[in-house]
C-alpha cells in the first residue's frame, strides 16, 4: 500500500521561502508523476506544480516565478520549495500521486494517493 | 487566465440523485481534458473518486459514476448517502503552460 507522507516548516514570515519534502513508501516511484497541491483557509485547490522521477518539472503560471520542485530517488523524496512567500501562500499544502496513466487499462491520467497535509501559515 | 466553473452549492434529499457540473472558460469540456473528481469532507484530505471522465478507483462507491454532459463534465450520485456531504471539486487538463486546473469546488448538502 502506497504511503506518502509529508513534513516541512509550518510558520514562515514574509519573504522567506517555503520548504516541503514528501516521501514515498510502498510503491514505486518511477513511472509517476508526483505534484503539489495547495488550499487556502476555507477555499478551494489550486494545482502548484508536478515532477517525474527524471525531474522533469510542470508549473502553475501563476507561481512559476517562485517555485521549484526536485526530487531525490535515492530516497523516494520530492521536494516543494516556494520563495519570496506573503500572507497569501498561506494554506494547507499536500503532496499527491499523479498524474499517471493507469498500467493495466492504460487509462488516465490520474491522481489518486495523497499526503496528510501540512498547514504552512506565513506571518510577520 | 483559465477558469473551471462548478456549482457553489447543491442540496439533494437522501436517496436522491444529483448530477454536479465543472465548465471550462475555454469552451466545451471534452474527453481530452482528462476529468478527475474528488471529495473532500471537513478537515479531512481530499480523496480521488473518478479519473479520465469516467473511470473509477477501486475504493469509489458504485453510486458514483463520472460523464460528459451538455459540454460540461459532470459527477452523479445516485442514491445518495448521509455521509456524501461533502465538498467536490473537478480537476481539468489544459496541457502547455497550465496543465491542471482545479474548480472551485461544489459544497453538497444532504438534507
Known amino acids: 500500500q502506497v504511503l506518502l507522507q509529508q513534513w516541512g516548516a509550518g510558520l514562515l514570515k514574509p519573504s522567506e521561502t517555503l520548504s516541503l519534502t514528501c516521501a514515498v513508501y510502498?510503491?514505486?516511484?518511477?513511472?509517476?508523476?508526483w505534484s503539489w497541491i495547495r488550499q487556502p483557509p476555507g477555499k478551494g485547490l489550486e494545482w502548484i506544480g508536478e515532477?517525474?522521477?527524471?525531474?522533469?518539472?510542470n508549473y502553475n503560471p501563476s507561481l512559476k516565478s517562485r517555485v521549484t520542485i526536485s526530487v531525490d530517488t535515492s530516497k523516494n523524496q520530492f521536494s516543494l520549495k516556494l520563495s519570496s512567500v506573503t500572507a497569501a501562500d498561506t494554506a494547507v499544502y499536500y503532496c499527491?500521486?499523479?498524474?499517471?496513466?493507469?498500467?493495466?487499462?492504460?487509462?488516465?491520467?490520474?491522481?489518486?494517493?495523497w499526503g496528510q497535509g501540512t498547514m504552512v501559515t506565513v506571518s510577520s | 487566465q483559465t477558469v473551471v466553473t462548478q456549482e457553489p452549492s447543491l442540496t439533494v434529499s437522501p436517496g436522491g440523485t444529483v448530477t454536479l457540473t465543472c465548465a471550462s472558460s475555454?469552451?466545451?469540456?471534452?474527453?481530452?481534458?482528462?476529468p478527475n473528481w474528488f471529495q473532500q469532507k471537513p478537515g479531512q484530505v481530499p480523496r480521488a473518486l473518478i479519473y479520465?471522465?469516467?473511470k473509477k478507483h477501486s475504493w469509489t462507491p458504485a453510486r458514483f459514476s463520472g460523464s460528459l454532459l451538455g459540454g460540461k463534465a459532470a459527477l452523479t450520485l445516485s442514491g445518495v448517502q448521509p455521509e456524501d456531504e461533502a465538498e467536490y471539486y473537478c480537476?481539468?487538463?489544459?496541457?502547455?503552460?497550465?496543465?491542471?486546473?482545479f474548480g472551485g469546488g461544489t459544497k453538497l448538502t444532504v438534507l
Open positions: 499527491a500521486r499523479g498524474p499517471y496513466y493507469d498500467i493495466l487499462t492504460g487509462y488516465g491520467p490520474a491522481f489518486d494517493i
Open positions: 475555454t469552451g466545451a469540456v471534452t474527453s481530452g481534458y482528462y
Open positions: 479520465s471522465t469516467s
Open positions: 510502498g510503491g514505486s516511484f518511477s513511472g509517476y508523476y
Open positions: 480537476l481539468l487538463y489544459y496541457g502547455g503552460a497550465q496543465p491542471w486546473v
Open positions: 515532477i517525474n522521477h527524471s525531474g522533469s518539472t
